[in-house]
T-cell receptor, first 113, second 112 residues
């Protein structure tokens, strides 16, 4: 199966630590998106890439967050100096340019203690 | 400001009957709408979509209706099956804006 994969699936960290998540999109998809979902809410857009270019960032993405997609394939999302409010499910999705349908990975659940 | 609203947090339907999930939006720039289904501990799974140039799209047991003047869409599932029990999210996108804006979801429970 060549769906979207995310690692790790779960991450528990102490407040103030840095964490990094990885997303591998569907291989032929050139667009990659990051969303965050908290309890009782729908996914909220964070940022997206077309190939290696980061084209849009939400104001939700504070300067403690950085995302990269260095070779236009996998992407990483790093959170520096984590806070308890960062606890959430971080979802990655991919799509073909020009297509609205996005396909999601299983997510990384972050718990900041 | 919640641009996509799903006002029913939960819905219970008897197996075999029709499930109707509703969604309202406020942003008139949205021109493409999608429904996703989510099981616990999994990412959302794409179900069905509709462009604003249509008022209906059907795929098997799933039909989405769009009423642009009312800024309202609905997802019909018929007949409902136990495996349909999940949280359903409505999402919207605008031309030239690639991100999806999601509603808060409706938890559907199919009663055997």
């Amino acid at each position: 199966d060549t769906g979207v994969s995310q690692n790790p699936r779960h991450k528990i960290t102490k407040r103030g630590q840095n964490v990094t998540f990885r997303c591998d999109p569907i291989s032929e998809h050139n667009r990659l998106y990051w969303y965050r979902q908290t309890l009782g809410q729908g996914p909220e857009f964070l940022t997206y890439f077309q190939n290696e270019a980061q084209l849009e960032k939400s104001r939700l993405l504070s300067d403690r967050f950085s995302a990269e997609r260095p070779k236009g394939s996998f992407s990483t999302l790093e959170i520096q100096r984590t806070e308890q409010g960062d606890s959430a499910m971080y979802l990655c999705a991919s799509s073909l340019a020009g297509k609205y349908e996005q396909y999601f990975g299983p997510g990384t659940r972050l718990t900041v203690t | 400001d919640q641009q996509v609203k799903q006002n029913s947090p939960s819905l219970s339907v008897q197996e075999g009957r029709i499930s109707i999930l509703n969604c309202d939006y406020t942003n008139s720039m949205f021109d493409y709408f999608l429904w996703y289904k989510k099981y616990p501990a999994e990412g959302p799974t794409f179900l069905i979509s509709i462009s604003s140039i249509k008022d209906k799209n059907e795929d098997g047991r799933f039909t989405v209706f769009l009423n642009k003047s009312a800024k309202h869409l609905s997802l019909h599932i018929v007949p409902s099956q136990p495996g349909d029990s999940a949280v359903y999210f409505c999402a919207a996108s605008g031309s030239g804006n690639e991100k999806l804006t999601f509603g808060t979801g409706t938890r559907l429970t199919i009663i055997p």
